[in-house]
Nanobody, 118 residues
Framework: QVQLVESGGGLVQPGGSLRLSCAAS????????MGWYRQAPGKQRELVAF???????NYARSVQGRFTISRENAENTMYLEMNSLKPEDTAVYFC????????????WGQGTQVTVSS
């Protein structure tokens, strides 16, 4: 089984920065996609960015140019560097891992709160 644990959330002023981390543990299929999702109150969960085990990256239009996703494959750790934060970035941020082989197992972390407010 796979466990995902997020960290790094907190309160930041508009224009500020935060760095989120996601640590994955367990028996992880080597070909996978790790991604960050977020969910604000009253809104659907949305994809922020993802990065494959081959380092292919995609971003949501709303964060393009402001956020940077990365991963360290040897330790199955993923990061999200968030810059120029806006109040609309306020949400619970969730780590996700999707395995690309077999049954395409999908795993979620418990989330970390990001609040952007002056």
């Amino acid at each position: 089984q796979v466990q995902l644990v997020e960290s790094g959330g907190g309160l930041v002023q508009p224009g500020g920065s935060l760095r989120l981390s996601c640590a994955a543990s367990g028996n992880i299929f080597r070909f996978n996609v790790m991604g960050w999702y977020r969910q604000a109150p009253g809104k659907q969960r949305e994809l922020v960015a993802f990065i494959t085990s081959g380092k292919v990256i995609n971003y949501a239009r709303s964060v393009q140019g402001r956020f940077t996703i990365s991963r360290e494959n040897a330790e199955n750790t993923m990061y999200l560097e968030m810059n120029s934060l806006k109040p609309e970035d306020t949400a619970v941020y969730f780590c996700n891992l999707l395995e690309q082989g077999g049954t395409r197992r999908n795993y979620w972390g418990q989330g970390t709160q990001v609040t952007v407010s002056s």
